[in-house]
Nanobody
Framework: VQLQASGGGLVQAGGSLRLSCVAS????????MGWFRQAPGKEREFVSA????????LYADSVKGRFTISRDNAKNTVYLQLNSLKPEDTAIYYC?????????????????WGQGTLVTVSS
């Protein structure tokens, strides 16, 4: 399974972006999906996750109320809407396909990873 993340870019603080993650086949439709990010010089951290049917979502406290995760299984795609962006949101954002049906905050519970898309927020 290949995951292709896109939608990153340069945006001013307070702006918005929508990230997309397309899976190469329908495997992801039965699995939870997640977004993680890694800022320069920092460890990768959990951002958000969604269950296989979209009924359950998880968010890191730092993005709750600003980011929204969703999925369209007909398109094998997971989205992450980023609103009210802050400079500290600057990072490479990675999507991942989980081993189970529910999303998780733990990176070891993800089997496949995309290549990442860079989000840069200027102040």
């Amino acid at each position: 399974v290949q995951l292709q993340a896109s939608g990153g870019g340069l945006v001013q603080a307070g702006g918005s972006l929508r990230l997309s993650c397309v899976a190469s086949r329908r495997t992801g439709n039965n699995n939870g999906m997640g977004w993680f990010r890694q800022a320069p010089g920092k460890e990768r951290e959990f951002v958000s996750a969604i269950s296989w049917n979209g009924a359950s979502t998880l968010y890191a406290d730092s993005v709750k109320g600003r980011f929204t995760i969703s999925r369209d299984n007909a398109k094998n795609t997971v989205y992450l809407q980023l609103n009210s962006l802050k400079p500290e949101d600057t990072a490479i954002y990675y999507c991942a396909a989980g081993r189970g049906a529910l999303g998780s905050r733990n990176s070891y519970e993800y089997r496949y990873w995309g290549q990442g898309t860079l989000v840069t927020v200027s102040s």
